[in-house]
């Protein structure tokens, strides 16, 4: 009954390499979102799509494509990994997407660029 | 543990004890404010919002406080249990069409029993 699922839960790989991560909501929202929280919890939108279309990507490089099939997924695929490319990267979901509308996460994935 | 190392404002209380967790925001425009729970391990949680229209708003043992004068939230939770401790943030909410949420720092809340 998860509301926002996410995998892998974590990933470890080597500096270079491509990797993605999924995410899917099945709460029939319109909009998703990727975060990234850093080593302090520092948590920053990286981008937001409304029902398919990118509407919000908040200079991320381009390494980070994130591609979205239908309005119920949202997966991140990161080019060329860097050592500062370890996070946690957060995916949420709200309803569609105007100033006011609650953002559900969730639960994380833990990558680590070694 | 997680918290080694991350040097977030701690706010350490005992069990039964209200407790009060400032944010300042930054965007006078700002219309809408958030705080999320986030336990160790998971994604952040929603807890209770506000609108700019509001100073005050009410759930089940937690207050929200606005005042837009100074830029300031707090989030007051009431008889805080162990199940409370989390780093909690707020978050703002600026002026656009879409919903572009802009986090706050953490504050991390640890209650004794």
């Known amino acids: 009954d998860t509301a926002v699922s996410q995998t892998p839960k974590y990933l470890v790989t080597q500096m270079g390499n491509d990797k993605s991560i999924k995410c899917e909501q099945n709460?029939?929202?319109?909009?998703m979102y990727w975060y990234k929280q850093d080593s302090k919890k520092f948590l920053k939108i990286m981008f937001s799509?409304?029902?398919?279309?990118?509407?919000i990507n908040e200079t991320v490089p381009n390494r980070f494509s994130p591609k979205s099939p239908d309005k119920a997924h949202l997966n991140l695929h990161i080019n060329s990994l860097e050592l500062g490319d370890s996070a946690v990267y957060f995916c949420a979901s709200s309803r569609p997407g105007l100033a006011g509308e609650t953002q559900y996460f969730g639960p994380g994935t833990r990558l680590l660029v070694l | 543990g997680e918290s080694v190392g991350l040097h977030l404002p701690t706010l350490s209380v005992q069990e039964g004890d209200n407790s009060i967790i400032n944010c300042a925001y930054s965007?006078?425009?700002?219309?809408?404010f958030i705080w999320y729970k986030q336990e160790s391990g998971k994604g952040p949680q929603f807890i209770i919002d506000i609108r700019s229209n509001m100073d005050k708003r009410q759930g089940q043992r937690v207050t929200v406080l606005l005042n837009k004068t100074v830029k300031h939230l707090s989030l007051q939770i009431a008889a805080t249990q162990p199940g409370d401790s989390a780093v909690y943030f707020c978050a703002e909410n600026r002026e656009s069409g879409y919903s572009t949420l802009t986090f706050g720092k953490g504050t991390m809340l640890l209650v004794s029993p």
């Open positions: 965007n006078s425009a700002s219309d809408y």
């Open positions: 799509y409304n029902n398919k279309e990118l509407i």
């Open positions: 709460l029939g929202h319109d909009t």
